[in-house]
């Protein structure tokens, strides 16, 4: 079994979108789509079709100024040159003018599913909340952090969907008056086990951190 590369990306309006603020925003997305359909590697992009229209804007499911950018791909390169190796990238330098920076919450997130499977928004939010809850694992990762495609054969988990209307955490959050454990303690007479030392931290590719892709 072949495996594509989920992408959801949201972003939240700094103006909304008839406002002059958004104009060169507006006036690029008809360009920037047409570049992505053609772009090596792509697949599909969520549109609001009963709507009849050729973007997702006028879809708003996680908030009236949130935008949702949902995409597959067949692989992270095809979908990281297309973001960072194409005209596409003018419009990720100017992303601050149009979009409130989103701080510690992860507004990205991609994930892969079998070939000839489209994602759903619902599983798309779950992903980005399983994301904020344990950070990046080969169900919910990013750019900085990818994943390889699972092995032949195989099927990636889904989701777990999260409360309609609630935002992704960043991180568990203990019971109020809990305290954290101190680890188990060793039986008596027992010798502590060596620690591992730690695996080398992976660099992240240059300006692959995590970005409104549109």
Do not use: C, K
């Not at 090596?40 to 609001?48: A, I």
């Not at 992303?95 to 989103?102: K, S, T, V, Y």
């Not at 109020?176 to 931290?201: F, W």
């Amino acid at each position: 079994m072949a495996f594509h590369l989920a992408q959801l990306n949201i972003a939240r309006l700094r103006a909304p979108l008839d406002d002059s603020l958004m104009a060169d925003f507006v006036a690029d997305l008809p360009t920037l789509n047409g570049l992505a359909d053609t772009s090596p590697g792509f697949v599909w992009r969520l549109r609001d079709e009963d709507g009849g229209s050729d973007d997702a804007t006028a879809l708003r499911p996680f908030g009236p100024d949130v935008l949702v950018n949902l995409t597959v791909w067949e692989s992270v390169p095809a979908l990281r040159d297309y973001a960072y190796r194409s005209p596409h990238l003018e419009s990720l330098r100017r992303r601050r003018e149009w979009f409130h920076p989103a701080g510690a919450d992860p507004h990205l997130v991609l994930w892969w599913l079998p070939a000839g499977e489209l994602p759903t928004l619902a599983d798309a939010w779950a992903r980005l909340d399983r994301l904020a809850r344990t950070g990046p694992t080969p169900d919910a990762f990013t750019l900085r952090h990818p994943f390889p495609a699972p092995e032949p054969g195989s099927r990636p988990e889904s989701g777990s969907r999260p409360e309609p209307g609630s935002r992704p955490e960043s991180g568990s959050r203990p019971e109020p008056g809990s305290r954290p454990e101190s680890g188990s303690r060793p039986e008596p007479g027992s010798r502590p086990e060596p620690v591992a030392s730690p695996e080398p931290a992976t660099q992240p590719e240059p300006g692959a951190a995590n970005r409104w892709l549109t």
